[in-house]
């Protein structure tokens, strides 16, 4: 009947452990991950102007010119190769070379990324000094589109729109837009779960100014003011800077922002500008927040974003040292390991205390096994008389667990750590071993760590301890390398300790 009991109890706790650490961990990489937009959503989008905010009949006035198939302009803007749509002036590739290959953040290219007038034919000013479109309406508005560089980690990038009335009448604009989107490109490696990952968002201004709240939009129209509004995927942000109170903002799905300004009028030879920054491109964290606009927020550290941000604040000092990520995380573990070796050093005294007291708690339950309170009480009294803690065992767990999920989504979300390599066959940490080689010698570790544990009086407990490099293993196959190798690490200088302090206690 005992063993029968202790197999139960096992089962029970086995399958416990793997449903935990899975759901945890599908918890992990599903929580900021929106649901892909339905086959029809997507259609009904694509049947939808860009534009739709606002009145914004005008656009599709008489006034306006028919649009022909013109061929694209293509242009360099900074490291980036761009394609512009005579429509609307719209950007329909942003091509750059990143660590990986070459990467396309258009990824539909209708109407084009901060496209405006779709109605109207777009024609390069050769002659400007920047990059720079002009369109007319036949009432004789005048429409200058000019993209203007920032200086990189300084200041970002601008889109400065003038409208002229060159007429001898007044001239109603009309309403119109400026649009990011629909979806962002990534790299290769991220295609397959790009559309998972994209969010419509904005940062909203607070109390101190960028400590505001970061909203995830759903389609419609939402209030401000804004520090910035744009869609995101994993590795890479298209956002518009608007000056508060100059556009309306609505999102549509696939994730789209639209920016809207009102009609106006103008007086015969007015004009008016607006001027938008903007910032398309990869997200890492540390050149973001030079920018000083909030950019930064974009990326998803998880539920300890602080721990995440100061795991990469201290692995960027320590890779001043290394060059190599790889190490940086090894000497990042050793030295968490050395704050934490005195609780190590507790958890395994606790250990020892309980496995000298198993007989004694052996006797009890026998003793007491029809008054499970009495037996409690005997049990704690037990513990308290002997300085033993049944639960002395997790503290150095509990502690390593907020590093270990800041790591995780430092590792899966910064883009400074993706395509770094370490050594030999890992050529990017931010993905998984395409070998497995680290995940079962960090396994095969974890089995050695725990052979030099205390063993368990309990024998459940000591087949869950057999079984848990095991679940391990498996659960660490398709994590980031960098992950794998802070635990495979961890795992080792915690076998190297306990070789010294098995000797030292001889159990």
């Known amino acids: 009947m005992e063993s029968m009991n202790t197999e139960k ?22 929580k900021y991950m929106p649901p892909m937009p339905s086959k029809m959503a997507i259609s009904q989008v694509r049947q939808t102007p860009s534009a739709t905010p606002g009145n914004i009949s005008n656009l599709n006035s008489p006034s306006t010119l028919p649009i022909k198939n013109y061929p694209s302009m293509s242009a360099d803007f900074g490291k980036a190769k761009l394609k512009i749509e005579p429509a609307g002036a719209g950007i329909v590739s942003w091509q750059y070379q990143e660590p990986l290959g070459m990467v396309e953040l258009v990824q539909d290219p209708t109407p084009g990324f901060f496209a405006a007038f779709p109605n109207l034919k777009f024609i390069q000013d050769s002659k400007a000094p920047n990059l720079t479109f002009t369109a007319r309406r036949k009432d004789g508005l005048e429409v200058t589109k000019e993209f203007i560089p920032g200086v990189e980690g300084q200041k970002v990038p601008e889109i400065q729109i003038t409208l002229d009335n060159t007429s001898g009448q007044m ?9 990011v989107g629909p979806g962002l490109g990534t790299i290769a490696s991220e295609q397959k779960e790009n559309p998972k990952v994209w969010r419509a968002i904005g940062l909203k201004f607070g109390g101190h100014g960028l400590n505001g709240k970061l909203d995830t939009f759903k389609p419609g129209t939402h209030a401000g003011p804004f520090q910035w509004v744009g869609i995101d995927n994993r590795y890479f942000l298209a956002a518009l800077l608007p000056k508060n109170g100059e556009f309306a903002v609505s999102s549509l799905t696939p994730p789209e922002i ?11 030879k007015a004009s008016r500008t607006w001027t938008v920054p903007f910032y398309l491109g990869e997200k890492g964290y540390t050149w973001l927040s030079h920018y000083h606009l909030g950019l930064e927020r974009s990326i998803n550290f998880g539920f300890f974003a ?31 390991q050395i704050l934490v070796f005195p609780l190590t050093l507790k958890s395994l005294k606790a250990q020892v205390a309980m496995r000298k007291l198993q ?18 009480a005997e049990m704690m009294e037990l513990y308290k008389k002997n300085g033993a803690n049944p639960l002395g065992g997790c503290l150095p767990m509990l502690i390593q667990a907020p590093v270990f999920i800041a790591l995780y989504t430092t590792l899966r979300n910064a883009w400074e750590l993706h395509a770094s ?15 497995y080689i680290l995940p079962i010698i960090m396994g095969s570790l974890m089995f050695a760590q725990n052979k030099l544990n205390p063993p368990p009086g309990d024998p459940a407990q000591a087949q869950i301890m057999t079984w848990m490099p095991v679940i391990f ?7 980031p390398a960098g992950l794998v190798l ?22």
Do not use: C, R
């Open 9 to 30: 109890n096992l089962f029970i706790a086995v399958a416990l452990s793997v449903l935990v650490y899975g759901l945890w961990f599908f918890f992990l990489e599903k």
């Open 171 to 179: 001239i109603q604009t009309g309403a119109w837009s400026l649009s």
């Open 258 to 268: 639209v920016l809207t300004a009102p009609s106006l009028i103008l007086n015969p």
């Open 306 to 336: 602080q721990i995440g941000h100061l795991i990469l604040e201290i692995l960027e000092k320590i890779y001043v040292l290394t060059g190599n990520w790889g190490w940086s995380i090894i000497l990042l573990t050793i030295g968490l």
């Open 359 to 376: 007989p004694e708690i052996t006797k009890l339950q026998k003793k007491y096994a029809s008054e499970p309170a009495k037996m409690n």
């Open 421 to 435: 390599p370490w050594i030999f066959w890992i050529k990017d940490l931010s993905a998984k071993d395409p070998y």
């Open 473 to 479: 293993t498996i659960m660490f196959l398709n994590f």
């Open 486 to 507: 802070y635990w495979m690490t961890n795992s080792l200088f915690n076998a190297v300790i306990q070789i010294g302090l098995k000797k030292y206690y001889k159990y």
